[in-house]
C-alpha cells in the first residue's frame, strides 16, 4: 500500500516536471512499466475527432507509417481499441485465450499478458494506457486499481498541459498583435501605474528603455488631456494633442479588476485635411461676398436707370430671389466654418425656456403664413439653466422650427415639447410634415444634405442641420431624429442642465 503510495507521488512528481505530453506520457510509461513488473507497455492519445494524435511503445521510435499501421490493428480489433470502445480498464491473462489480443507484424517482442486503462477528460476516453508482460497471468485485480490510478493522474496532467498550451498560444497571439499595430496600447492600473506600454506607446512617452513598469503615469508623462483621460472618472474618448503638432484619437476602456487599457490612433491627417476643407470654404465663402454685393448693387443701378418692361422687373425679382438665397448660403457657410473653429465655448447659464419662447415667437409669421398654430408644450416649474450661449441655442431651436414649418404643408402641425430627463433637458420640435425616409434618416445632419423628394421647390442649402448639430455639441448635447414617411418628424436636442457649481 505505502508502496504504491509511493508511486503515485513520484508519478505525479514526474508529470509536474514537464508540459511536454510526449515526454511527460514516456515518463508515466516508464514508471509504470517498472512498477508492475511488466515487460513493456504503449500509450496512445486521440483527438476530439477520436484520430489517434500520439502513439508512444516504450520499446520503439516508431516511423509515422509503421505507427499508424499498429495503431489500425490495435484498434480496430485489438485491445487498446475495446478499452477504447467500452470506456473501461481490462486484463487479459492469457493472449493465447483471448481474442481481444492481435499481433501486429514484425512485433519485437512476446506478449503473453496484458492491462490496459482508459485515460478520461470528464466523460471522454482521451487515451489508452497499455502494459504487457512476456508470461501469462502476470497481472491481477489490484494492478488494476494502480493502473486507474495512473491513468487519472496522466490525464490531469495532460489537461493542465493542453489548457496552458492554448493560453500560451493565447498570449503569443495577443503579445504579437500587441506589439507589432501602429496604435498606442496603454494600460494602467487602478492605482493608476503602467501595467503595459506597447513599442508604439514606448515611442510616444519616449521612454526610451528606461523600466516603466509600476511606474506612475504621471511621472512618464505630462500630457494634460492623456493624464485626464487615464483618471479614474475620465472620459473614455478624446483628442490628446502632441507637442510635435499630431493629434491623437484615444479610446479607453476599464478592465474591472485590472485597470484602465487605452488605445491611441493618430489621426493628424484626418485633422488636417478637415482643417483644409474648413479653410477652404471659408476663404471661398468669404470672396463670394462682395461679388454678390455688386450683383445687388447693379440690380438697384437697372431699376434706375429704367424703366423696365413688365417683362425686365419679372426677370429681375428672379435674379434678386437666386442672390438672396446665395447670401443665405454664404452667411450658412460662414458661421459654420466660424463655429466649427470655435475651441470653447464663453458659456453662461441660460434659461432654456426663454430661449424656446423667443425662437417660438420669431417663427410665428413665418408659421401663420402656412396657418399654422405652433403649439408649445413646457413645464413652469424649475430654473431649467444651461451653460451655453443664448444666441446660438436659439439659432438651433430655429433652425428646426423653421425646417418643422417649411417642409409641413399649409394647414399642419407643429409643437415644441421641453422634458426635464435628470440632470439634463430635452428639446423636441414635432410635425406632421411629409416625414424623411429611412435610407436619407442618418444623413440629415451632413453639411450639404438634402433629401431627394418631391420638394425640390422648397429652397434650402442643406446646412440648417449641420449647423444645430454644431451648436448642440458645442454645448455638450446630442441631436437626433426620428421620422416616419407620411407621419411626421420628430427633432430632439438633448442639454446637460447647469448645476451651478
Ligand atoms: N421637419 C422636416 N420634415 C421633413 N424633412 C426634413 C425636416 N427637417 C429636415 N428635413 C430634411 O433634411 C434635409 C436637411 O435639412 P437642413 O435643415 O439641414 O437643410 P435645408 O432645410 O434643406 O436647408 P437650410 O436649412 O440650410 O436652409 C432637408 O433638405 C430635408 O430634406
Ligand atoms: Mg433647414
Known sequence: MQNQLNLLNRISDELNKDLDPDKMLRRVLNLTVSHLNATTGSVMLFDQHNRVSAFILQQENLSDDRASRIVGTVLTEGFAGWVLKHGQSGIIY??????RWVVYDNQPYDVRSAIATPLRRRERVIGVLTVVHDEPNQF???????LNAIAGQAAIALENARLFKETEQERVKLSAIINNTQDAVLMTTPDNRVALLNPAAEELLKTRGKPW???????????????????????TTGEVPLPDNR???????TV??????????DISAFKELDRMKRNFIQAFTHDLRTPLATVKGYMELLRMD???????????????????QMK??????LELSRLEQLEELAGEPVAIRDVVRKSVSQMETAAKAKNIQIQVDMPEAGDMLIEGNAVLLGRAVGNLLDNAIKYTPTGGEVRVVMRQNGGRVVVS???????????????????FFRARQEMDDIPGSGLGLAIVKTIVEHHRGQVWVESQPGQGSVFSIELPLHTGD
Open 306 to 324: 429704367g424703366p423696365l418692361t413688365d417683362r425686365q422687373e419679372e426677370d429681375l425679382v428672379g435674379i434678386a430671389r437666386a442672390a438672396d
Open 247 to 253: 493629434t491623437l484619437w484615444a479610446t479607453v476602456t
Open 140 to 146: 491481477q485485480e489490484k494492478d488494476l486499481l494502480l
Open 256 to 265: 474591472p479588476g485590472m485597470g484602465r487599457v487605452m488605445v491611441l490612433r
Open 94 to 99: 492469457d493472449t493465447y485465450q483471448d481474442s
Open 429 to 447: 420640435v414635432q410635425d406632421n410634415g411629409p416625414g424623411i425616409a429611412a435610407r436619407d434618416l442618418p444623413r440629415v445632419f451632413e453639411k
Open 328 to 333: 443665405v448660403l454664404i452667411e450658412d457657410m
Open 213 to 235: 513598469e509600476g511606474v506612475e503615469i504621471s511621472a512618464l508623462t505630462d500630457n494634460t488631456a492623456l493624464l485626464k483621460l487615464l483618471s479614474p472618472d475620465g472620459p
